[in-house]
T-cell receptor
Framework: DGGITQSPKYLFRKEGQNVTLSCEQN?????MYWYRQDPGQGLRLIYY???????QKGDIAEGYSVSREKKESFPLTVTSAQKNPTAFYLC??????????????FGPGTRLTVL | GENVEQHPSTLSVQEGDSAVIKCTYS??????FPWYKQELGKRPQLIID?????GEKKDQRIAVTLNKTAKHFSLHITETQPEDSAVYFC?????????????FGSGTRLLVRP
């Protein structure tokens, strides 16, 4: 279903804990993205990466960290510094050639709840 | 920073009527404008997109128009059906630090009444 997967589907975290959300794609896409979605709101960009071993901060990067060691994988760590992490997290990937964006394919999402 | 504004936030139409959702963008260099549909609890899925060298694009009951001068683009759904009920997001491309990303509108919740 689009070749992009996220795990887990639901995640519960205690305050003060770091958690890592997984995102894997087999579409051979160069670019990968992490978005946060809060109820009734749009998608806000956390981090994005266009090539392996390189990534850029999005609009709401504080309290989050990422890595891009492999083309297929772009894990997101929600750290204890993120004050209000309860949200729906969506990962996406796309082709990107010479600065021309293409369709972003989304994963099924991870719903994170802080207890 | 760059932004995308989307209106209305909610839209209720009778089955068979048309629905129009409008977006404005701020970055004059934006050149890619996708529209996504998200059903409750599901992932967003692309329904149509348009590039800046085209003024209009149509796919069956769905069409998108782009006015680069005014920095407006709109989604038009004709002959609406109950299964069109969902949240719709517009987006516009923008250049960051030599990299490219999408900025999303805040979404429109469309309800099609049978």
């Amino acid at each position: 279903d689009g070749g992009i997967t996220q795990s887990p589907k639901y995640l519960f975290r205690k305050e003060g804990q770091n958690v890592t959300l997984s995102c894997e794609q087999n579409l051979n896409h160069d670019a990968m993205y992490w978005y946060r979605q809060d109820p009734g709101q749009g998608l806000r960009l956390i981090y994005y990466s266009q090539i392996v071993n390189d990534f850029q901060k999005g609009d709401i990067a504080e309290g989050y960290s990422v890595s891009r060691e492999k083309k297929e994988s772009f894990p997101l760590t929600v750290t204890s510094a993120q004050k209000n992490p309860t949200a729906f997290y969506l990962c996406a990937s796309s082709m990107q050639l010479a600065g021309v964006l293409d369709e972003q394919f989304f994963g099924p999402g991870t719903r994170l709840t802080v207890l | 920073g760059e932004n995308v504004e989307q209106h209305p936030s909610t839209l209720s139409v009778q089955e068979g009527d048309s629905a129009v959702i409008k977006c404005t963008y701020s970055d004059s260099a934006s050149n890619y404008f996708p529209w996504y549909k998200q059903e409750l609890g599901k992932r967003p899925q692309l329904i149509i997109d348009i590039r800046s060298n085209v003024g209009e694009k149509k796919d069956q009951r769905i069409a998108v128009t782009l006015n680069k001068t005014a920095k407006h683009f709109s989604l038009h759904i004709t002959e609406t059906q109950p299964e069109d009920s969902a949240v719709y997001f517009c987006a516009a491309s923008t250049a960051g630090d030599s990299s490219y990303k999408l900025i999303f509108g805040s979404g429109t919740r469309l309800l099609v009444r049978p």
